[in-house]
């Protein structure tokens, strides 16, 4: 039988027991039940759709859907599109107005804002500390970039560069900016920073909920 992993940082974090586990099926996971009862949030992955496992019955469980783009399509993207709004992109060094609202609503779709079992701001603060290190600690973002127009900001977009791929941090716009292509503005950011340092792909994941995001990215060229 394989074992459950305790998270410590999580564990910690929370101040409750957090684990995880990778399974194939859900005859794989129900094997697991009876040391199931010793977390009180575990995270399980799995490369399939696990269907009928008596340990999911009843909890919350979301897909992940991860987006990808080549440095080819990059390319390609930035040479049929104009990309003229860098002016309004910024470094942000700080926890600055309106930033902790935006982090709030990248993770509008996570699994610690829609599991109502999470009822002790484990999700504010969860992504409270995750805003701020990465404005503090450059090993957990390269950069946390704000769109900001007339003091105000309106986007903005964590990244790391790792083995040649950027990965997507947090991404979110102002519930009353949307539709004015400031996202695209954030992604395109991106694509040139990929271009200038040379990465050969970027890397984002979104819930397959998030109906929106989905046809965000692949508007933006990218493919799952």
Known sequence: ????????????????????????????????????????????????????????????????????????????????????????????????????????????????????????????????????KSIEQPAFADEVIVYRKNDNILGMVTYTIKNSILKVGLIAVGAKNKGRGIGRALIMYLYNKAIESDVQQIDVDTQKINKNAIRFYKAMGMTI
């Not at 399939?48 to 390609?76: C, E, G, M, W």
């Not at 599109?81 to 992109?89: A, K």
Request: hydrophobic content about 40%.
């Open 1 to 132: 039988m394989m074992d459950i992993k305790r998270l410590d940082w999580d564990s910690k974090f929370f101040d409750y027991n957090v684990g995880c586990i990778n399974v194939d099926d859900a005859d794989e996971l129900d094997a697991m039940l009876p040391l199931v009862s010793g977390y009180r949030l575990l995270y399980i992955f799995s490369n399939t759709a696990i269907n009928n496992s008596d340990i999911l019955k009843n909890a919350y469980h979301d897909v992940k859907i991860s987006f990808t783009i080549s440095l080819n399509a990059i390319r390609l993207y930035m040479s049929q599109h104009n990309y003229n709004q860098h002016i309004f992109m910024k470094r942000a060094k700080s926890i600055e107005g309106g930033l902790i609202e935006l982090a709030y609503g990248a993770g509008a779709y996570s699994r610690f804002k829609m599991d109502k079992n999470f009822n002790n701001n484990e999700f504010e603060r969860l992504y409270f500390e995750w805003l701020k």
